[in-house]
Each structure stands twice: as structure tokens, then as C-alpha cells.
């Protein structure tokens, strides 16, 4: 589903990236973590051609990313994005901001958007909110409406940059479940997320990046089972965020 | 295009009739925009305290006049001075004090706004911490809230002062012999190039107030970074 | 006491001037809005040849009086036109279009209007600019994460919001149109500052004919501003989203 070789990429002189490759096969999940400004979000937004890499490839669903001549507009419309900060359309209802996608992208109706929008509204527990506007709802309630947002796109797969970082603690919980459910059903996920217990739980892999690097990449049960076997710098990761 | 028309009249663009007569030109328009600036500035400097300062009926009242100023034209409080002054002082005032006297009235409406503004951004903290200190109001405001509120407002001075200057054009109304009126009392006499006229007095008005708009940037930016740093 | 009003004639007279500043000044805060956007757009552009243009164009109109600028394109304009089509722009003309009857207004009110129109314009953009600043850059990430081409995300995300942010200092621009629209009995439009000092040298009733005028524009500049705060309050504030 996602293939990404040698991908480097250079802020000026600091290199964010440094030769990241790895695999995502459908149906996968998989969870990147590490250390703040190890260049997590950065890859994750390599997917998607929303940051531009400098060397190697990164082959989407069949579509190369870096490529010329790509429709990158064509590819983000298939491979749905949730942000740390939600970015709701604030001028926009739920419902408004559920269906300007559908209907401006990938051309429907009004009427199949709205159908569209209240059917994935309601899958993330939010049946009555449609018309309001996201300064009327919590974070947890923002956050479910952006994915519902991306998934209104039938996304071939989600790539999720830490989506309950913002969140006050006892909202994190309605935004895990929601992704867990997603996870069950099939959807290919990469997720970068400090959720370890979700992690743990949900993804089938773990990768561990630090300085633009991928230090560890391994199944889930390896990540957490085998400690020892970890690199050094993932090991005192893990004891740190593990710690609380 | 032929700016000839501009060399032969340029010191009368620049000067006026001066030495041989009253000062004219982009001289004037020097003269009467640095006097409506300064004049502007204290006024606004003023009102701005006395709207900080003020609670109640006398502070809606000076809301109301200062809303006054800023609501009607340039060019009808000119006239309402140019008819007024006169009245009011006994004497008949030269043109080029009615127009300073216009244009500070509406520029220190909209300074007094500004400053006021300046005054009401900073922590109320600050005005506690001095009067535990035990300063008077009139020393707090001197010595601690002035003089952290002017570097915010310099920007907002600055823009007032271009609008100012640019508005300093209006004098043409009541015959003030400055830069455009000059400029059509040439163009009137020459009768063939207003084009060549009206593009270099506009360029003159340019060169001014382009330079003080880059200087309002310049100050934004310094202050805008050490913000950032603090 | 009768003796200290105006003659009903005069009021006439104002009354039309004040018509004459409302349109001028309606019509040139639409077409400013609609040019305003543009080179707020131009100046924002990725490219310099757009963007550099565009930025010699708004610090020229910003940083040169109105009046000048009036008086560039009344007379300058003018001299740089050829004689046939000033003519042609001098006298009147009329179409019969359906039901109406179109009329070419005289050259003053064509300059009037030019004038006034890229004078506010330039401002607006700059409000326009402040605006589209004012939207979190993450917004337009995001638009583009669903797939939206960079137009769309201009026309559906960033200017909507934008126009939000600038409405308040917009109508504040719409203000200074009504009174700068004062500026064009410099060229001879007969709008509300041109009556009243037609009525004050006809009646020498300074303080009547300047009075209503002073008034009436007061009047105008309440009205937008009222109109402001309905809207302001009418439509629930975006708020911090987070
Ligand atoms: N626009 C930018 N210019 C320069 N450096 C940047 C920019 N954006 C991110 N970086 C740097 O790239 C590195 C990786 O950032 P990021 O991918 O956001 O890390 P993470 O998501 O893991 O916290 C950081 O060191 C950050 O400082
Ligand atoms: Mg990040």
C-alpha cells in the first residue's frame, strides 16, 4: 500500500530526514514514535505530498509521490489526514465541513454528501451535531469530526499525526476508541502517537525514529516484549514515556 | 510627455514664491504636515491619558467627541475652522493655521484612540506594581506605563502622520499655496501638461510618504523581534 | 427664527449632493472590494512578476494624496486621451437597454469615481492581506490533505475566512470611501461637500448649509457602523477553534 525508500529530506544544512525506508501493507497498522523534532511528522507528511523530500521514492497505493508529473491534489483525496490541531473549517457547520470535500473534490451531490457526512458522523458518536459550528464543540468532539471528515473521502488509507496531543486527558479516550474501531475494520493506518497502551493494543507495527532517522522497526509484540533488544535510544524512549 | 514644464517651474514646486514671497510648495506642505504631526501628537497623547484615566459620563463624552472628529470629512472640518476660527479668536486666522488647526483635531482623534489602545494592552499588573511601589497615577503613567506603551503606538503614529501629510493636500481647498495647489495653479497656467505636473507632485508626495511608511515597517519589525525575544 | 432656515430649494440641493455622495461612494467601495481582492492576491502571489507589480502598485495609490491622484486623472488623464474619444466621454449619451434607460455620466464622475476607486482599493487590499494572515496556516494544509487544488483552497478555505477577519477594518475602508468621496468637488462632482458650500455662497448660511452636510455624513458613517456591529453580533463569532 505504502512504500517509502531512501526518502532524505534537508531543512538548508539540517537533514530532517535521513534515508527512512519502510513498508506499510494494507490493512496495517502501524505506529511511529519518538522523540519531539525527530522529523515524525515530517515523514508522515511525505505520504501525502503535503512536504516535498528531497532524495529516494515513496510509492502510494500505486502512485509515486515524488514524481513530476503526479496529481498530488488526485492522491490526497484517496489517503485521508488528521492533525494534531483538528483544523476544522471554522466558518463552516459540521456538516459543511464534512461535505466541501465530497462535493468540490470528488464531485458528488450535496444531497450524497450530507448522506455521506451523517452516516460517518453518527460511526464517531456525533449523530446530533451537524450543524453547529466547531467552536461549539470540545476538542474530543472536534477531533472525531475531523476524522470523520477524511473518512466522508473513502480514504484507501489514514495517516493520523498525533491526534490527542491537544486534547485535555479525559478526551483522549473517545478519540483512541474511534481509531481502535477503525483499526478493527480493516483500515490501513500509520499514526504518529506517544499512546503507547493504544499502541500496544491496536498497531500490528512499531517504528521508532530519532533525528531524522528510522532507528526501529518491528512488529509490536517484539517492540514491547523485547525490551532489551531494543536500540539504545529507544530503549530509554520507551522508559521515559512508559515512566508515567 | 515633455517635463520641461517641470524644470521651469521647479523651484516654484519646491519653494513657492520664496524668498520673493510667502513659502510655498512642497516647503509648505513640509511645514504645515511637521505642525499638524507635532500638534496632533500631543493632542492625541493628551486624550489618550484622559481616556485611560476617565470612568463614566466623561468618558463616553470624550468617546462622542472624538467620534465626531473622526466621522466627518477633513474637508468639511476645514471649512467648519476656515468659518469658525475667526469667529472664536476675534481675528481673522491665516489659511495655513485653519489647516493645522483641521488636521490636528482629526489627527489627534485618531491618535487618541491609538494611544489609549497602547495604554489598555499592557498587564494591569504594571499599574498595581507601581502603586505598591508608591507612585502617584500621574507617576505611574510618566514613569512606568508610558514608556512601555509608547514603542507599541510609534507604529500607529507613523501611519498617522503619512495620512496627515497626505491630507495636508486639502489646504488646496482654501487657497493654502502648497505643493498641489501649486501643482494646479501650473497646470492652470501652462495649460498643456497636467499629466507631467500631476505624475511629479505625486511623485514628491510619494517620496515623502513612502519614506516614513518604510521607517513605520523598519520600527514594527525591531519591535515585533525583541517581543519575540522577551 | 423662519429666516434662519434654509430655503426648501437649498435643502434640494443638499439632498442631491447627498444622493450623489452615496452612489459615488457605494458604487466605489463595490468596485474597490472586487480590485482590492485581486491585488491583495497578486501581492500574495508565489510569483514576483505578480507580486512585485502588485506591491509598486498599492505603496504608489497608498502613499500619494487623493486629490492629486483626482486631479491626475481629471485633467492628466484628459490630456492623454485622444480628443475624439474625450469627446465622446464629454457629451451624454443614452441606451435604451430593455426597460431602462442607461445614461454615460459626465467625465467628472468617471474620473471621480477611477479615483476614488483605485485610491480605496489599495487599502483594501492591504486589510485583505491582514486578513488571509490572520488564517492559521494549518487550514490550508489541511484543505490540501483532502485533496483540494491550490485555487479551491484559496476560494473555499482561506478567503472565506479571511473576509471574516477583515470585515470590521472593510467597513472601516467603506467610512473613509463616504468621506473621501468629499474630495471629488476638487474636480467639479456635485456631491454633499460641493452643495453645502454652493448653498453657503448663495444663502451665507454657514452654519445651516455646513451643518446638515456635517450631519448627514455623520449619519452615513453611523449607519455602516451599526450595520458592523448587527453583523458582527448576528453571525456566531469562529472563536478559538481549539
Ligand atoms: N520549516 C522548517 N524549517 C526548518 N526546520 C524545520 C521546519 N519544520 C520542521 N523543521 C525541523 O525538522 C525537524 C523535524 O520536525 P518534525 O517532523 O515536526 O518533528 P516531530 O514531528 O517528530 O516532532 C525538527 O528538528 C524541526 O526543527
Ligand atoms: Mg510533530
Known sequence: MIRIENVSKWYGQARVLAGCSTRIAEGEVVVVCGPSGSGKSTLIKTINGLEPFDEGTIVVNGVSVGAPGTDLPRLRARVGMVFQSFELFPHLTVRENLALAQVVVLGRSRDEAHARGREYLARVGLAGFADRLPAQLSGGQQQRVAIARALCMDPVCMLFDEPTSALDPEMVGEVLDVMVELAGEGMTMVCVTHEMGFARKVADRVIFMDQGAILDDCPSEEFFGNRAGRPERAQQFLARVLSH | MDFSVIADNLSYFLLGAWPHGPLGGAALTLVLSISSALASGALGLVLGVALATTHGPAHQGLVLALGFFRAIPVLMLIFWTYFLLPIVFGFNVPGTGTVVVALSLIGGSYLAHSVYAGIASLPPGQWQAAAALGLRRADALRHVILPQALPIMLPSFLNQWIALIKDSSLAYVIGVGELSFVATQVSNREMVYPTEIFLFVALLYFIICSSLELGAGAIARRYGSAEKQT | ?242
Not at chain 3, 487544488?149 to 472565506?160: D, E, G, K, N
Not at chain 3, 455662497?201 to 450631519?215: C, N, R, Y
Open chain 3, 1 to 242: 427664527m423662519l429666516d434662519q432656515l434654509l430655503a426648501p430649494k437649498y435643502v434640494g440641493w443638499l439632498i442631491d449632493g447627498f444622493y450623489v455622495t452615496l452612489a459615488v461612494s457605494a458604487l466605489a467601495s463595490a468596485a474597490a472590494t472586487v480590485l482590492g481582492l485581486l491585488l491583495c492576491l497578486a501581492r500574495l502571489a508565489p510569483t514576483r512578476w505578480l507580486a512585485w507589480p502588485a506591491l509598486a502598485w498599492l505603496s504608489l495609490f497608498r502613499n500619494t494624496p487623493l486629490l492629486v491622484q483626482l486631479f491626475f486623472w481629471y485633467f492628466g488623464l484628459a490630456a492623454l486621451m485622444p480628443q475624439g474619444l474625450l469627446e465622446w466621454l464629454n457629451t451624454p449619451h443614452h441606451w435604451h437597454l430593455a426597460f431602462f434607460g442607461v445614461r454615460w455620466p459626465p467625465f467628472e464622475y468617471v474620473a471621480g469615481f477611477t479615483g476614488l476607486t483605485l485610491f480605496t482599493a489599495a487599502f483594501i487590499a492591504e486589510e485583505f492581506r491582514a486578513g488571509v494572515r490572520g488564517v492559521p496556516p494549518g487550514q490550508a494544509v489541511a484543505a490540501r490533505a483532502l485533496g483540494l487544488r491550490p485555487w479551491q483552497v484559496w476560494r473555499y478555505v482561506v478567503i472565506p475566512q479571511a473576509f471574516r477577519i477583515a470585515l470590521p477594518p472593510l467597513l472601516g475602508q467603506y467610512m473613509n470611501a463616504v468621506k473621501n468621496s468629499s474630495l471629488t468637488m476638487a474636480i467639479g462632482l456635485a456631491e454633499l461637500s460641493y452643495a453645502s458650500r454652493q448653498v453657503e455662497t448663495e444663502t451665507f448660511k454657514t452654519f445651516q448649509a455646513f451643518g446638515i452636510a456635517t450631519l448627514l455624513y455623520i449619519g452615513t458613517v453611523a449607519v455602516i457602523e451599526l450595520a458592523g456591529q448587527w453583523v458582527q453580533r448576528r453571525r456566531p463569532a469562529l472563536g478559538a477553534v481549539r
